[in-house]
């Protein structure tokens, strides 16, 4: 168990090229693991205790408690890199990571009953608003069941997600809920046919307290005295880190696939296969798909850099472009590592090619909600054409 509290002047903070090499060389054995890792259905502690050591947890996590206190673009770096091993790995690492972020955002009792006795302790979320809360005095009362908490198994706190509601039932905000593992029961009903390793299992509480201070508002942004790294949307980070995760299983099915033809013959010919114009036209436009989605990732955590470095909130404007750039960008690797799968004939449908695991792994993260390419589309046309936007997700509903 490492101290609880750290002075600034004590921590080490590596460099973001850094922490990307470290990913880097973890790539090939978690690449390795992969099967593995798929069929236990989810990740093993020696992987995520890997991650610790590494630094990774510690990115976001604040100085104040032994964290790196970065910008989120290094963590969004990092998982690019760890994508391209084992997607499960990665995701888990996304997941249970951008947690130590949100507590920037959060009264600093909550980080205090986290990580006062044990700065290293991890956090699991479901942010579904599928149960119910009721208030009561100090407090929240939490019941009901939520689906897909990847990495729950190695969560010793879990945030949940629900919603706020006036008297007449309308809900008014949306609120993370940070809850102790005593209070959930994990229940495993992760069956899925990609990124089954991430033991995205649902949690189940029948009846919490919840302190006022260990709640969030996810939809509330205005400009505070927090530091400059925790100024950004929480749905900015949130969307943009499992965009960035995405990028990395993208970049794995093209690594996979370039050594795979580089060495590959036509059965009828006897012709190398990296000379055909067809495997090189789609190995470039996968190629131009994911670098441009990358490039596009990169420019948005410079921006708002520059807007929350000068103490300023992002704008709505700015921010509802933004979410569908982070939306595409799971469809766009989606339709690269698809056009690549085309390329692989009969070859690409054994379970012992593991350009099949990138292709079911990321369809499913493309079908995650922070990548909803349709409905954010959706939402920036009304936004241009009449000023309408979507309920509960950039600001709280005006009450008149």
């Known amino acids: 168990?490492?101290?609880?509290?750290?002075?600034?002047?004590?921590?080490?903070?590596?460099?973001?090229?850094?922490?990307?090499?470290?990913?880097?060389?973890?790539?090939?054995?978690?690449?390795?693991?992969?099967?593995?890792?798929?069929?236990?259905?989810?990740?093993?502690k020696d992987v995520?205790?890997?991650?610790?050591?590494?630094?990774?947890?510690?990115?976001?996590?604040?100085?104040?408690?032994?964290?790196?206190?970065?910008?989120?673009?290094?963590?969004?770096?990092?998982?690019?890199?760890?994508?391209?091993?084992?997607?499960?790995?990665?995701?888990?690492?996304?997941?249970?990571?951008?947690?130590?972020?949100?507590?920037?955002?959060?009264?600093?009792?909550?980080?205090?009953?986290?990580?006062?006795?044990?700065?290293?302790?991890?956090?699991a979320s479901s942010y579904p608003p599928m149960g119910e809360m009721t208030k009561v005095e100090g407090g929240w009362r939490l019941k009901g069941r939520w689906p897909t908490s990847s990495g729950s198994d190695h969560g010793e706190w879990a945030f949940i997600g629900a919603l706020e509601k006036d008297g007449n039932g309308v809900p008014i905000d949306r609120h993370?809920?940070?809850?102790?593992?005593?209070?959930?029961?994990?229940?495993?009903?992760w069956f899925t046919f990609g990124l089954a390793g991430t033991g995205s299992k649902s949690l189940l509480i029948k009846d919490a307290f919840i302190p006022d201070h260990r709640t969030h508002s996810m939809i509330d942004y205005k400009l505070d005295d927090r530091p400059t790294n925790y100024l950004f949307p929480f749905a900015m980070i949130f969307y943009s880190s499992v965009s960035a995760v995405t990028l990395g299983f993208a970049q794995g099915a093209i690594d996979v696939f370039i050594e795979q033809m580089q060495v590959?013959?036509?059965?009828?010919?006897?012709a190398a296969t990296r000379l055909s114009p067809y495997v090189k036209d789609r190995l470039a436009n996968a190629v131009a798909k994911v670098r441009s989605s990358r490039a596009r990732m990169e420019q948005m955590i410079a921006h708002c850099t520059q807007i929350?470095?000068?103490?300023?909130?992002?704008?709505?404007?700015?921010?509802?472009?933004?979410?569908?750039?982070?939306?595409?960008i799971g469809r766009e690797c989606e339709e690269a590592v698809l056009t690549l799968y085309k390329c692989t004939g009969a070859r690409g449908v054994y379970r012992s090619n593991p350009i099949q695991r990138y292709l079911r792994d990321v369809l499913v993260a493309a079908n995650h909600i922070t990548q909803d390419a349709d409905n954010n589309a959706g939402a920036l046309g009304g936004y241009l054409l009449s000023g309408e936007l979507p309920p509960l997700l950039y600001e709280k509903p005006k009450r008149g």
């Open 48 to 123: 995520i205790e890997m991650f610790r050591q590494a630094g990774f947890f510690r990115i976001l996590q604040p100085r104040q408690y032994g964290g790196w206190e970065m910008n989120p673009g290094v963590f969004m770096r990092v998982l690019s890199e760890l994508g391209r091993g084992c997607c499960a790995s990665a995701w888990n690492m996304m997941i249970l990571g951008v947690h130590n972020w949100e507590f920037g955002l959060m009264d600093d009792r909550a980080a205090r009953d986290v990580w006062g006795k044990n700065n290293e302790a991890i956090i």
């Open 176 to 189: 993370a809920l940070l809850v102790h593992r005593d209070d959930y029961e994990i229940i495993d009903d």
């Open 308 to 328: 929350v470095e000068r103490r300023e909130l992002v704008s709505i404007d700015d921010r509802i472009h933004y979410m569908l750039d982070m939306a595409r």
């Open 1 to 44: 168990m490492s101290t609880a509290v750290l002075t600034q002047s004590t921590i080490e903070i590596p460099t973001c090229e850094e922490l990307v090499a470290r990913a880097a060389a973890m790539v090939p054995g978690l690449r390795a693991r992969a099967d593995e890792i798929e069929q236990a259905r989810k990740v093993p």
């Open 264 to 270: 590959r013959v036509d059965n009828g010919s006897g």
